[in-house]
């Protein structure tokens, strides 16, 4: 059974938890604070939309988040872990079996096939994903006739679909969600919220999604503001936060 | 769009392999010698007549290679290229045994121009076979 | 596609750029196929060389003074010369210290008309009461049958087989065996027994277009085989040092004689292969370097999916083994088609013995070169394959954005 509180149940285990993390660049001479002293958590069933200008931060953010590059400080928990104390392959296979990630551009494989590219993680998971999977998962997308597309026959919103599908593949229970629909009309994004909405409600995934479109944060459960790396604001926004009994 | 592109390429390749047989007798040509027969009659040795036969098939897969490239319809394709994959056949069988080429294995004929037809005959069967094998299904179009 | 994995990955990058793919797989072929027709051509000259030296049985051969080069073209490619000696010289040779056994030869051209052959083609006149070279060969295959004086051995590409008969200088012959194939002169050889030339000799001016000037004493060649326990280069020193006007050559000195001819277009040939494989090297590094820098985004986003460092590299370096494996098997074949269409043609311009060695050989030999070439691959790709899967997954994508 499902019930909601107010993201601030003591009892809850954090799925995400940043301890003032940093992230610095050299560039040239310059040291460039991409991310800056951040400290967050976020909760079981949270949908958390991350917003701010281009170069505040929100993409390094999300890197940090899901493993793809190290902290210049700080420590990052994921499920209770720190990422500090994974190796690599430790770190593979957490993102291979437990994260799932959908980029902007969504960046398929341009010689698979819409169903191949859904299949593919299959390759770094637990076991391979079966074409009949593959085809579910495109289905529950919208795309149930484009199975032997190639992603230059399908439109910027498809292949977004398509990227969901991939990032779904091995029933991940965090997604972090890139800008999916940064190159998409205000339609398709409309689509694309929809599918991540009913994920979230429906299957009580732990959504992180990262927008320019400070309007779309609205449908999430927690509203992040990033600015020259800080995270200046940690709103709640409907008041309420599923989690799991 | 891509089976058109697979198709005009098996075609192209078809016409330049039918263009090679046909000026293969002309680069490595067969013996020049002249036979005298028993009557006094002088006629040309049976390697002559193979270069001919040969010429002739080259025009024929250089034309259906053309025809491949320009023709838009999968079965047509693949119907030419049965008949390109024959044609190859028809190479290679030629100078062994419907028109065999001189007897003595250091002639001229057997040096050079009967190699050169087989291996390019054997490269047109591949070429048929490949071609006759292509799914004959359009892929689909985008709708958005 | 039925399965997902990391060949048939690499097989689809590979045909994403299929015209980068076929540019390289063609460079990597032609420098597998370059190599290995120079090796099986050379290994087909080493081949043909001890089988020959094996039938010509003997350890010296003796000729006129002046006519050595001639008399080893004629054995070597078998292109016939004649020249003639007084057979004097085999009764001194024969008594000399370390001499086993001599047996004469004449050597005479057929004429360019004969039927049996297109060319003119040579006639050996031996004597079967001493040959040794002939000799073994119709113990085992005519089961020690006497040999008629008109009774003829043919090499093999002499267009007469057993039981055929034929016309040389009006005098009629017949066919009673076919030596095995040796790649060398010995092909186009018709070995004739003494009595039956010297009597096709004598009748040629009554019977034959053209008249054979060749006295009853002329010999063209001594066969001498050396005692055991003699050595082959003191016995020549002798003999030379015993004789006027002849000269001696052992059958080391006639690998020698192919060797030297050999030595130049072998040279540049696995001069010009080194260069292409070097090259080659070179430009598939450049071009990894190049698909991977292309494809960085890409990689970063496989590694995003959970594709350990280690596939990553795999990858990389199965792409690059899969083109250069296609590339290395596509130039053996094509190169073992053309070798096989043109090997006549090939051994009559290079003025080689040949003979192609066998299967089992070939085989060794084109799987080295499969692997010399999947090693190429190996070494051009493995800095792109390191430095892409050690890359941090976000900058990998951010590079490539």
Redesign the interface.
Same mark, same amino acid.
């Given at each position: 059974m499902m019930s909601r509180n107010n993201g601030n149940d003591a009892a809850a285990k954090p799925v995400i938890r940043l301890d003032n993390i940093s992230k610095h660049y050299q560039q040239g001479s310059e040291t460039v604070r991409a991310v800056d002293d951040v400290t967050l958590q976020v909760l079981p069933g949270d949908f958390a939309s991350i917003t701010g200008r281009s170069g505040s931060g929100k993409t390094?953010l999300l $890197?940090l988040i899901?493993g793809?590059?190290?902290p210049s400080r700080g420590e990052v928990e994921i499920f209770g872990e720190a990422m500090s104390s994974l190796n690599?392959?430790a770190l593979?296979?957490?993102?291979?079996?437990r994260i799932g990630?959908v980029?902007q551009f969504a960046?398929l494989?341009?010689?698979?096939?819409a169903q191949?590219n859904v299949?593919?993680?299959?390759?770094?998971?637990e076991k391979?994903?079966s074409p009949k999977d593959a085809a579910d998962l495109l289905a529950w997308v919208g795309l149930s006739d484009k199975l032997?597309?190639f992603p230059a026959?399908? $439109?910027g919103?498809?292949q977004t679909r398509v990227a969901l599908a991939?990032a779904l593949t091995?029933h991940p229970s965090l997604l972090l969600a890139d800008e999916p629909t940064g190159n998409l009309d205000v339609e398709t994004e409309s689509e694309i919220l929809t599918l991540l909405r009913n994920l979230n409600r429906e299957r009580g995934m732990t959504i992180v999604l990262v927008t320019h479109n400070p309007e779309l944060a609205q449908h999430g459960t927690r509203h992040l503001v990033m600015q020259s790396g800080k995270l200046t604001e940690n709103i709640i926004v409907n008041k309420e936060v599923l989690i799991r009994e | 769009m891509k089976q058109l592109k697979r198709a005009s390429t098996s075609g192209i390749a078809t016409a330049v392999l039918g263009f090679l047989i046909v000026i293969t007798p002309i680069i490595l040509p067969v013996c020049e010698g002249l036979l005298e027969l028993a009557s006094g009659k002088q006629v040309p040795m049976r390697c002559h007549w193979t270069a001919r036969a040969e010429m002739l098939l080259g025009v024929l897969i250089f034309i259906i290679g053309l025809m491949i490239t320009f023709l838009k319809n999968p079965q047509e394709r693949r119907r030419l290229h049965h008949l390109v994959a024959m044609l190859g056949a028809a190479t290679i069988l030629t100078p062994i045994f419907i028109i065999p080429t001189c007897m003595n294995p250091d002639m001229a004929c057997n040096l050079a121009t009967k190699p050169a037809l087989i291996i390019l005959g054997g490269v047109v069967l591949l070429v048929g076979m490949a071609g006759s094998r292509t799914p004959s299904m359009p892929s689909s179009e985008s709708t958005e | 596609m039925k399965e997902i994995n990391l060949l048939t990955l690499a097989l689809q990058n590979l045909r994403r750029k299929p015209y980068r793919t076929i540019v390289i797989g063609l460079c990597v072929a032609v420098a597998t196929g370059s190599l290995f027709a120079a090796t099986i051509v050379l290994r087909g000259v080493q081949h043909s060389l001890t089988v020959g030296r094996a039938r010509l049985g003997a350890d010296l051969v003796i000729v006129p003074d002046g006519y050595e080069t001639l008399a080893q073209e004629a054995f070597i490619t078998g292109q016939p010369s004649t020249f003639y000696m007084s057979d004097v010289a085999e009764k001194k040779i024969s008594t000399l210290s370390g001499v086993n056994q001599t047996s004469p030869q004449v050597f005479v051209e057929t004429l360019s008309n004969a039927s049996c052959c297109i060319g003119e083609f040579f006639l050996v006149g031996f004597d079967p009461e001493t040959d040794f070279t002939i000799s073994p060969w119709l113990t085992t295959h005519l089961d020690g049958k006497a040999l008629g004086p008109f009774d003829i051995i043919v090499g093999d590409r002499i267009l007469l087989r057993e039981g055929e008969t034929v016309i040389f200088y009006g005098t009629d012959f017949s066919v009673v065996g076919v030596l095995e194939k040796t790649g060398m002169g010995i092909d186009r050889t018709i070995y004739v027994p003494m009595e039956g030339l010297r009597s096709m000799i004598a009748n040629s001016e009554t019977l034959a277009e053209q008249t054979l000037e060749i006295s009853p004493n002329d010999l063209s060649s001594i066969m001498v085989s050396v005692k055991p326990d003699a050595e082959i280069l003191d016995v020549a020193e002798l003999i030379e040092a015993n004789l006027d006007g002849v000269n001696v050559f052992t059958a080391t000195q006639l690998n020698q004689a192919v060797g030297n001819q050999l030595q130049g277009v072998l040279g540049i040939t696995f001069g010009v292969t080194a260069s292409l494989w070097l090259m080659s090297l070179f430009t598939i590094g450049l071009v990894f370097s190049l698909i991977v820098n292309e494809r960085q985004r890409e990689l970063g986003i496989l590694r995003a999916m959970g594709a350990k460092r280690k596939v990553i590299f795999q990858l990389v370096m199965g792409e690059a083994g899969l083109l250069t494996g296609l590339g290395g098997l596509s130039g053996l074949v094509a190169a073992g088609v053309l070798l096989t269409g043109f090997s006549r043609l090939i051994q009559l311009r290079l003025r080689i013995p040949y003979l192609l060695p066998n299967v089992f050989e070939i085989m060794g030999i084109s799987l080295l070169l499969l692997l010399l070439a999947l090693f190429t691959g190996a070494l051009a790709s493995l800095h792109p394959a390191l430095s892409s899967s050690k890359m941090e997954p976000y900058a990998a994508i951010r590079k490539g954005e």
């Open positions: 390094t $890197s899901g793809l590059t190290t690599d392959d593979s296979f957490l993102r291979a079996n990630f980029f960046s494989i341009p010689t698979l096939t191949d299949r593919l993680p299959g390759m770094f998971g391979p994903v032997h597309n026959e399908l $439109s919103g498809q991939r091995n | - | -």
